[in-house]
């Protein structure tokens, strides 16, 4: 019997794993929704913007000191992750790219990172330099948050601090699926046409060279927003996943152990009887 009072405690147990987790699933599904309208609304504006810029952007210096192109000698990593776990492989396939980035193309130069979110800070501060970490943004999600940190990668930049800045983060797909990005921050990149005779016939007014330098702080705040709600939406939809997974495999556990269960009382009512059986015949005899 002490061995079915075993089965019972862990069904017992596993039960309750399986409402915290599906309780989890659901709070992952509901900030979901409302992560990814933000993200499927935020889309179309930022592609609008970057393909403005780049029919404006006819070659050369067009973003001033922010296209200006270095000899890489020290480069600044912003790492996107979350400040909690239970989403699976979210946080893990990240700090992963950013580590083979690192080997892969920088092993000469000088790296620092910044990172948002605390759990690629946890991890990525025992062997690497950070810089600044910025777990609050996810506190309180703002375009006016995130551009005071795209004001201070830009001054870094302009101040030559660093000779480039990458961003590292999950792109969102869907729910289950988040794509590891490693993309260029600064300096900005002329995007060409693949037409070289391609005329945009834009009105410009007051003038080409002062609307670029207003656009270019404007795409690279929105760049980096974007990059982040990629990543909040990314996060909720990994948890989720990995919650309906846990909750899917509590539920397979448990029914075994029932099964087992119900194997063990059977065989000990079985015993019972022929205990009882074995006495009456002993008495009768």
Known sequence: MANLKEIRNR????????????????????????????????????????ELLRDLSSGGNFGGVYSEQREVKKVLIVVVTSNRGLCGAFNSSIIKKTVTTIEEKYNEAEVDLLTIGKKGNEILSKNYTVFDNRNDVFDNLT????????????????????????????QFKNAATQIAMVEQFLPIQSVQTSNENEEIDYILEPSKQEIVSQLVPKSLKVQLYKAIRDSFA???????????????????????????YNKARQAAITNEILEIVSGAEALNS
């Open 143 to 170: 375009f006016d948050t995130v551009s005071e940190i795209a004001v201070q990668l830009m001054d870094l930049f302009a101040d030559k601090k660093y000779d480039k800045i990458e961003l590292i983060y999950n």
């Open 11 to 50: 069904i017992s147990s596993i039960q309750s794993t399986m409402k915290i987790t599906s309780a989890m699933k659901m709070v992952s599904a509901a900030k979901l929704k409302k992560a990814q309208d933000a993200i499927t609304a935020m889309r179309p504006y930022s592609n609008k913007l970057t």
């Open 234 to 260: 990314s996060e909720h939809g990994a948890r989720m996943t990995a919650m309906h997974k846990a909750t899917d495999n509590a539920t397979d556990l448990r029914d075994d152990l029932k099964l087992s």
